[in-house]
């Protein structure tokens, strides 16, 4: 890996650390909820975001590699980092919420697949035309 995409890792990181905290907490502010939307907000717009570019990149030759990687592995990395979503997962199992737990676990892996397929699809289909 050169020097250029190390740094365009990071840097992607930074920003992704800093847009899932405050996208997090816009959401969890904003909607009254027993289930954590900010994390699933953040995985779900994550996802489709990956879905798009990917499906870009496969069409475009635009964008040098560190570039992609700031994007893919830096911002989206660290934008949609499952850590939280698995912490959550447990604590809800924890305090006894199994069927929140559940739903919470359904609603992030299911959707972000979903979410990172619509987004792929979306560009594709763009390209085909």
Do not use: C, D
């Amino acid at each position: 890996m050169s020097w250029q995409t190390a740094l365009a890792i990071g840097s992607g990181g930074f920003i992704g650390a800093i847009s899932r905290s405050y996208i997090n907490g816009l959401i969890s502010h904003k909607i009254p909820h027993t289930l954590p939307f900010g994390t699933l907000g953040v995985n779900l717009l994550g996802s489709f975001i990956m879905g798009l570019l990917m499906a870009y990149f496969m069409y475009s030759t635009l964008f040098p590699t560190h570039v992609k990687s700031f994007l893919t592995t830096g911002f989206l990395g660290a934008l949609t980092t499952y850590s939280t979503f698995a912490m959550e997962s447990f604590l809800l199992f924890n305090g006894g919420s199994i069927l929140l737990a559940l739903t919470n676990m359904t609603l992030n892996v299911v959707g972000s697949v979903l979410m990172a397929g619509s987004g792929y699809y979306i560009v594709e289909s763009l390209f085909k035309k």
